[in-house]
Structures are given as C-alpha cells and as structure tokens.
C-alpha cells in the first residue's frame, strides 16, 4: 500500500526543486504543518482526545460533535442576528478560522500559501522540533489511482471532486456568499471524515483502512515534503519576495496587524 509517500528535503531550496517535480499539482491540494511528527487529525480529534472521547457514544447518548455546533450556532445566532449561514458547513467553517474545534481539515490551493502556514510558528514560538511537512493531497482525477474498474465508478465527482464520498470522506467547498476573509486569503477549503466506522480516524489511516487495503491501491493519494525547520527564515523571506505572503496577507484583520509587526521584526523586512 501507497497511501503517503514522504520526500525529505535538505533544504528550502531542495524543496521547491522537489515539488516541482509534482505532476499536475493542479489536481491537489496543500496542507503546511510545523511539526512533521503530527498526525493529519482535525481539532476536533485532539478535542475529543483530551475529553477522553475515544469511540462513538452508545446509541442514546449525546453526540459531542453535535453538541459543540448546537452550542456555537446559539452564540453567533445571539450576536449576529441577521447572519446570513444557511447550513452546519457555513458554521463549521467560519468557526473553523474563529478558534473552534471542528471536523474540518484545512487546505488551500497554493503551495506557497501550505509553506507558509508550515515555518510561520517559528515567527511566534521557540520550537525545538526538527522538521517541517507540506502535504500534497490528490483531489482531482483520482480515477488515475484506481485501476480497479469497480473503484474507479464509485469515485464522486460533482463540480469540485468530493472523492470517496460513499466512504465518509469528502471536500467542504466554503460558501463563497459569506463574508470570510481569511478563507478568501488563504485560498482555503476542508476535507472532512463522517461515519461511526471512522470515528477518530486520521487521514492516512482512513485512506488505509477504508479504500488502499480493500482495493489494494499502490498509488500514493498524499505526498509529504519534508524540510529541516531551521530553514524557516530562507524559507519565509523567499515566499514574500516571490509571492507577497505574510501574516497581513493571510489573516487580513486585526491578528495578522499584530503579527506582522513581529514577522518583519525578525526577518528584518
């Protein structure tokens, strides 16, 4: 099985050589994370973890994802009385960038953009990890991945594919009527795992458990470049001089102002 292959970087510019490489990186989206020992798991996984949640609930009880929504929709509906969301994906997302902890996993369609959010922590924090990922996950043209005919017909494709959606995995497109500016600068989306048999489940394991093992898949869906953190100030300089990223780039509000005094602050813009 294939599901993740890993590409180590020497360095920033090793990376953007490698990527390069990726074929019709059109087809895939982007996910930077700072530390590459983590898990491809939402906020709501490590929420629940830390509830000691750990399996779905017996049949009766409450379900806390439901529960978190219910409880945040009565808030915004409090204090934004004319609020124009129209379905849970419009307040999973908006919370999703608002501190909430949701089943939403954060993309976007710009490398550079998934490169920066994996060396932004150095800006705010002193790590001591060694590594940093980009991902790249297949979402167009899977069928090239499933040489299994039966496969291959059930793969959705609806305007922006929403791959093995009749497993429980599937790609949230934000509302592009609501005001949400951060998504807007991020060029920004979510996937998101649903289902009792998926309860809990990582990405990788979902893709494992849930259509490599069955269909015996040996091409890899994900891609995960990884690059020495200590690169993190080449690599950041190099990503505002080419594309124009920073903080007030990609969090256009009060957030990204105060990040940005220290972004400029240690990089020496």
């Known amino acids: 099985m294939k599901v993740l292959k890993e590409i180590k970087c020497n360095s920033w510019a090793d990376f953007k050589k490698k990527i390069e490489a990726l074929n019709n990186k059109q ?10 020992n983590w898990h491809l798991e939402t906020s709501l996984q490590r929420f629940l973890k830390r509830l000691g949640i750990t399996k779905p609930l017996p049949l009766g009880g409450i379900d806390p994802v439901e529960g978190l929504l219910d409880k945040y929709k009565k808030l915004i509906n409090k204090i934004e009385k004319n609020n124009i969301f129209t379905s849970s994906e419009d ?11 949701t089943p939403f996993l954060d993309w976007t369609k710009t490398v550079n953009k998934a490169a920066f959010f994996a060396f ?31 496969l291959q017909n ?14 429980g995995f599937s790609l949230v497109i934000p509302n592009e009527k609501l005001p949400n500016s951060r998504i807007d600068a991020q060029d920004g989306l979510f996937t998101q795992i ?15 458990k849930r259509i490599y093992t069955v269909y015996k898949l040996n091409k890899p869906i994900l891609y995960k470049y990884i690059i020495p953190r200590e690169h993190y100030a080449s690599a ?10 920073d903080f007030i780039s990609i969090y256009p509000d009060r957030e990204g102002c105060a990040k940005q005094v220290r972004f400029e602050a240690i990089l020496g813009l």
């Open 27 to 36: 087809d895939y989206v982007f996910r930077g994370q700072n530390d590459a």
């Open 91 to 101: 307040f999973w997302g908006i919370g999703q960038h608002h501190g909430l902890t």
């Open 120 to 150: 932004s922590d150095e800006i705010l924090y002193n790590n001591t990890h060694s590594d940093v990922a980009v991902y790249a996950l297949k979402v167009k043209n899977t069928h090239e991945l499933a040489e299994n005919i039966y």
């Open 154 to 167: 059930l793969i959705k494709e609806r305007g922006e594919i929403k791959i093995f959606e009749g497993y």
């Open 194 to 208: 649903s289902g009792i048999d998926n309860f809990g489940v990582d990405l990788v394991s979902f893709f494992e």
């Open 236 to 245: 950041l300089k190099d990503i505002y001089t080419m594309s124009k990223i």
